[in-house]
């Protein structure tokens, strides 16, 4: 079936230090790769898209990349803050996501 | 411009029992999609509702059903619920079922004992 896999599942970073959580997907029509963050007791929040023409996008510390050929997509986060911390999902249009990556922003 | 709200809150059910879960989408928005979170993972899509009709379903059994009302707020109903649907379920509305960008609401935490 189709999946996606995300990884770390847990990532420790020092304030001000960047952090990429990767994913990778085996359905080739996915078209749409959105980033979610999930604060405890809040459901997900969209926090950066990218989609299957685009290779990068940023927006302020965030930033995506997509390899198509390689169906593979990272989250980079530059200049962490400790409200940064939380889990990440990343998903492949918008039936399949990743496990989860818990990040924590050490100050 | 209003959120995505889902009540109740917190459930707590018996196995064997039925449960329903509500869900308003975001002002503008017609299409509603609900997962099933377990904890420690990702989403799980359950199914999508577009217009008032199931616009596309994941792996859920037949017990798993919903509704879309004409003013696209949406229900997940549960029948013979099990242990093992404890989780916290979501949903999530988007503008049209071919706009894949979606906001999520808080969720609603099922337990079932």
């Known amino acids: 079936g189709e999946n996606v896999e995300q990884h770390p599942s847990t990532l420790s970073v020092q304030e001000g230090d960047s952090a990429v959580i990767k994913c990778t997907y085996s359905?080739?029509?996915?078209?749409?790769f959105p980033w979610y963050k999930q604060e405890l007791g809040k459901g997900p929040q969209l926090i950066i898209d990218?989609?299957?023409?685009?290779g990068e996008k940023k927006d302020q510390r965030i930033a995506v990349t997509l390899n198509k050929t390689a169906k593979h997509f990272s989250l980079h986060i530059t200049e962490t803050q400790p409200e940064d911390s939380a889990v990440y999902f990343c998903?492949?249009?918008?039936?399949?996501f990743g496990a989860g990556t818990r990040l924590t922003v050490k100050p | 411009e209003t959120g995505v709200t889902q009540s109740p809150t917190h459930l707590i059910k018996t196995r064997g029992q039925q449960v329903t879960l509500r869900c308003s989408s975001q002002?503008?928005?017609?299409?509603v999609s609900w997962y099933q979170q377990a904890l420690g993972q990702g989403p799980q899509f359950i199914f999508q509702?577009?217009?008032?009709?199931?616009?596309g379903r994941g792996n859920f059994p037949p017990r798993f059903s919903g509704l879309q009302f004409p003013n696209y707020s949406s229900e997940l109903n549960v029948n013979a619920l099990e242990l093992d649907d404890s989780a916290l379920y979501l949903c999530?509305?988007?503008?049209?079922?071919?706009?894949?960008?979606?906001?999520f609401g808080p969720g609603t935490r099922l337990t079932v004992t």
């Open positions: 999530a509305s988007s503008f049209s079922d071919r706009d894949l960008e979606q906001y």
């Open positions: 359905d080739s029509a996915s078209n749409y």
């Open positions: 990218i989609r299957s023409n685009v």
């Open positions: 998903a492949a249009n918008y039936m399949r």
């Open positions: 002002s503008g928005h017609n299409t």
């Open positions: 509702y577009y217009r008032e009709e199931e616009n």
